[in-house]
């Protein structure tokens, strides 16, 4: 299936200005992008990087300097479906997890991230379009109803965990396996304990 991951190339990862600066945001993002990218090709799909500016990564990419939602529908646009949307920064993902998205034969199938957000969409119907702004899985899925496409929700942990922001790192530190994970430790990331919760931390840091 044909796959468009959106892409940030400009300033990706602002919420994770906490912890990281502008410099290791856009490498950290670089390693989540590269292990979503391998991980949609072991499974045998063909991603596009949608991007807001040139990337250099394993697919094609297309510059669309446009913002998320209006990007998104200009390549759904005339577009031979189905075609999947598979956000940049879901760096648990597996090839099982993406098996489930793709599994549903109904025309929209979305996957919702913590917080309200879309992480995942596969798109089969002609007159759906996407609205990332606010509550988008709400959104997504009244969309749906209201062009006659049926839905289809997929529940999974992998799909919800997108990192965004520095609680995100543990799960990644957790759960993950690939590139994304070895920059957080080579940047001196660790999990440990507090107040019987784990929690991501440079070890260079106290308290």
């Known amino acids: 299936m044909r796959v468009l991951v959106p892409f940030d190339a400009r300033d990706p990862k602002t919420r994770l200005a906490p912890v990281l600066d502008g410099a290791q945001r856009r490498a950290f993002a670089d390693a989540t992008l590269a292990d979503v990218l391998e991980t949609l090709a072991a499974a045998g799909h063909e991603p596009t990087v949608l991007a807001t500016a040139p990337v250099d990564c ?25 075609v999947a949307v598979v956000m940049a920064d879901l760096a648990l993902l597996t090839e099982a ?11 929209v199938v979305a996957a919702p991230g913590v ?23 709400r959104d997504h899925c009244e969309r749906a109803r209201a062009c006659g496409a049926s839905l289809a929700t997929v529940d999974s942990f992998r799909l919800a965990a997108d990192i965004d922001e520095p609680s995100d790192l543990v799960e990644l530190l957790l759960h993950g396996e690939g590139r994304a994970r070895q920059w957080l430790l080579g940047a001196g990331f660790e999990l440990v304990e507090r107040d019987d919760r784990a929690i991501a931390r440079r070890q260079d840091e106290t308290g």
């Open 115 to 137: 917080g309200g957000g879309t992480n995942a969409l596969v798109v089969r119907h002609p007159e759906f379009r996407v609205d990332y702004h606010g509550v988008s899985f």
């Open 58 to 82: 394993e697919a094609p990419v297309a510059v669309d300097e446009r913002p998320l939602t209006p990007a998104v529908n200009a390549a759904l646009t005339g577009s031979e479906l189905p």
């Open 97 to 107: 997890t993406l098996e489930r998205l793709m599994e549903p034969d109904a025309e």
